[in-house]
């Protein structure tokens, strides 16, 4: 498809950056420099998406799908939950929301969702313009909450959705699951062909899972990083530049992304920078980000010598990558895709957890218990007494959305974080 | 017999006590097993334990199945059935096995959401043997025969169930809406030896022309609770004209001809059964069935008695409801918590509504 504006758009958007510098923040380390060209890809994707409409087929894909299997069709792939990201970030959470709430949809629900539905009704977005999906394609393996979310925009729009349906692990997966995730492809390549206009192919398909698998082990290879102290980077800004992996996997510019990502934090560490000045504490996240207090917060524990090194969520793109083998592209994908943290058993979650706490070398763990996510949330409760008893981490658990603040309570907030940040200074 | 008193004694006679969460399980396979599942929605508790485990924001089913473990109140049970339903009840069948230890065996049974494809019932009829073979480790050998024999008995209860629903979707069922529920909430724990008689007295006893007169109106959600509803809408003059409870209609088997294989048999009715949020049922597919059950009903209107934070109910709700309204059925939502009863507000909608639909 022809680029038609995004150079001029990358332009633009320098110029006004290069006029507006942001003042430098003593408790951080200098900025990545990579963060230039991570906005020029984002731009890019939701600039081009403006215009892809009749040139490409378009699917709305839900984070966790196995998107390898659309890029053989060569659809333009749009991800409402990173757009859901976005708009949190830019605070247009409770404005989208509302739009979905006016026609009856529940506060209660999954925030991305009535984002996501808000945006279909008023067409709401920071974004400039999403384009319509000709396809919706769904995989439960992060909650079911995107199969209610995906069969209601099925209806609206009167668009077709395929499922991936991926069976909870509650305990070791299956040759059953496979079979049943292996036949699920199979179904769907007759329906993708005739939505896309296109054939599948075998070569191509092997590609794109090289691809796809490559670009999320180089974010694993990121995300360790973090192991070295200081940490060149924060989880704050993990947050921001997994953006790639979500959207744009098996894709060559993820790929091309994360190496030069992973070049500049490995210069970082031979040298001894760190993302925040003076790292006294590594912590631990779990949860997905509240998007809204990113900066606010990251200065927040930066402040304190408090640094961010793990996540649960931003790790989520690549544990299970290594599964992935395009020697055997379906019965890998399946495993990759169905053994996720939010589609494992709760054994699996702590055991991950702990690991995670020793690689890293963690002093303290923030729980996110998110009123939209059951999937991440239910047992967080439970995770904490077990890592509290089992290695005498100290945790502290927030309650929160991730982009509505309506519910948000910043001072019942900032006086359970000062009284953790007292437990540890201890 | 309380619900208690007849789990003690089905014990005391050689039978097994599984204690069965929500909502959709192949309960043939566990009476053919000699096990007796005692299903649980919304025991009468008061909450004090499960809050330490469970945020404010989880659905009451989840915290009070939850409660009823945490409270000892499970003891007699053999062990848990955990159907996949929804990411809550998912989360906690995980919790229980893992977290906590439960001392009990936990058996897990995730059933294949919609749309539908070839994939999607080979999976569920190999799905139903894995459980067979779970099961036979505590229980011991299922015989294929007696396993027919239970389907025919499963078949038969239906047909009782359909034949109540359909004299009261008549007006000729001489009861209330909440001695309605009564009886058909009993299925939830009788075995079926005991259940088809009790179903057949009740029925030859209260046909007859008791609710004719009364406005008709449906049901929707989980299940009715709190049970206040129920009453309000009898001292309404309101009839309950059917539901698309999850407890209700949503799990009325559709038989199955074929019994040479009863494993193909529980397929073809699982899938032949009506749509439902918990399966990820389309939109289109759940309002053509409230459309059937108005037509066939007469119904003036729909309640959606729904579960406060039940998420595979509450995103179907909006849709659901613009459906009905293109059709002139008029709706009304409740956003409700178990066991709590009715708030002033919520008696004073319902009012409102039947006065509307009048
Ligand atoms: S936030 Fe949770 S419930 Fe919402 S889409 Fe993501 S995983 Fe699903
Ligand atoms: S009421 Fe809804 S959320 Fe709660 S267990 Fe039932 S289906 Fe799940």
Known sequence: MKDLGAPALFRLQHMQKKRRPRKPNLHLGPPLKCADRLREIMTRHYYLSRFVKGAKPVAWVTSGAPVELLRVFDFYTVYPENHGALCGAQKLGPEICAKAEDRGYHPDLCSYARIDIGHAFSGKTPAGRLPRPDLLFCCNNICQTVLYWYKELSHYWDVPLIVFDTPFNFKDIQESDIRYMVSQFEEMIPRLEKISGRKFSDKRFEKIIGLGSEASLTWGKVLATMKHSPAPMTIFDAFVHMAPVVSLRGLPVSLDYYRILLEELEDRVENGIGAIANEKKRLMWDNIAVWFKLRDWSLLFAERGFNFVAATYTNAWAETIHYLDPESPFESMARAYSLVILNNNMDHRLKLMEGMIRDYRIDGLVILSLRSCKPYSVGQYDIRRLLGERLGVKTLVIEADMTDFRTFSEEQIRTRLEAFFEQLEE | ?358
């Open chain 2, 1 to 358: 017999m309380t619900r208690k008193g007849y789990l003690v004694k089905q014990k005391e006679m050689g039978r097994h006590l599984l204690g069965v969460f929500p909502a959709q399980y192949p309960k043939e396979i566990l009476w053919a097993m000699n096990i007796v599942p005692a299903e649980i929605w919304d025991p009468p508790l008061e909450m004090t334990l499960a809050n330490a485990h469970l945020q404010p924001t989880i659905c009451s089913v989840v915290k009070l199945g939850l409660e009823l473990i945490l409270q000892g109140k499970c003891d007699i049970l053999d062990g848990f059935l955990f159907p996949h339903t929804c990411d809550s009840i998912q989360n906690l069948a995980s919790v229980i096995n893992d977290y906590m230890k439960a001392e009990k065996p936990c058996y897990f049974f995730y059933h294949p959401k919609a749309p539908y494809d070839t994939a999607s019932r080979d999976f569920y009829h190999n799905h139903l043997k894995e459980l067979v073979s779970s099961l036979e480790k505590q229980f011991g050998p299922l015989d294929p025969d007696t396993l027919k024999q239970r389907i025919h008995q499963s078949q038969k209860v239906s047909a009782l169930l359909t034949g109540l629903y359909d004299l009261r979707a008549e007006g000729e069922l001489n009861i209330t809406n909440e001695e309605f529920y009564r009886v058909v909430r009993h299925g939830e724990y009788l075995f079926p030896d005991d259940f088809i008689p009790e179903l057949e007295v009740f029925l030859s006893r209260n046909k007859g022309q008791g609710m004719k007169g009364q406005a008709p109106v449906l049901l929707s959600g989980v299940l009715p609770n709190p049970p206040e509803i129920l009453t309000l809408l009898d001292d309404l003059g309101v009839r309950v004209a059917h539901d698309d409870f999850l407890i209700g209609s949503r799990r009325l088997l559709v038989p199955a001809n074929n019994l040479d294989d009863p494993f193909e048999n529980l397929t073809e009715s699982y899938f032949a059964m009506p749509p439902c949020s918990t399966k990820g049922s389309s939109i289109g597919e759940r309002a053509e069935y409230l459309f059937r059950l108005v037509d066939a009903t007469g119904a003036k209107g729909v309640i959606f008695n729904v579960v406060k934070f039940c998420e595979p109910e509450w995103f179907d709700i909006p849709n659901l409801k613009e459906e009905l309204k293109k059709r002139g059925i008029s709706t009304l939502s409740l956003d409700t918590d178990l066991n709590q009863g009715l708030s002033g507000q919520m008696v004073t909608r319902v009012e409102a509504f039947v006065e509307m639909i009048g």
